[in-house]
Nanobody, 119 residues
Framework: QIQLVESGGGLVQPGGSLTLTCTAS????????LAWYRQAPGKERELVAV???????KYEDSVKGRFTISRDNAKNMVSLQMNSLKPEDTAVYYC?????????????WGKGTLVTVSS
């Protein structure tokens, strides 16, 4: 089992910055990728950014150049640095860990942290 705890959400003005942090515990050595997803009111959950065990990263198009995902394996943490925030970035942000087991991917989720971008 893997447990994920997010922190760092809050209220920020448009154009501002915020850093989200997720700390993993449990069977962390089995994690292949760590990611951030978000879900805005009335919308489906979407992938924001993902970083694999080899530090390969991928971003959703609307956040490219503004968000940066990073991983600290020694601290079992993944962070999301968010710059130039826009009102449309408002959502609950979820940390995700994925591992391969018994020929299938298994996903683990944090409880989420709310990011509100508003003046």
């Amino acid at each position: 089992q893997i447990q994920l705890v997010e922190s760092g959400g809050g209220l920020v003005q448009p154009g501002g910055s915020l850093t989200l942090t997720c700390t993993a515990s449990g069977s962390v050595s089995t994690i292949y990728s760590l990611a951030w997803y978000r879900q805005a009111p009335g919308k489906e959950r979407e992938l924001v950014a993902v970083i694999s065990i080899g530090n390969t990263t991928k971003y959703e198009d609307s956040v490219k150049g503004r968000f940066t995902i990073s991983r600290d394996n020694a601290k079992n943490m993944v962070s999301l640095q968010m710059n130039s925030l826009k009102p449309e970035d408002t959502a609950v942000y979820y940390c995700n860990a994925a591992r391969w087991s018994e020929r299938k991917w298994i996903d683990y989720w944090g409880k989420g942290t709310l990011v509100t971008v508003s003046s």
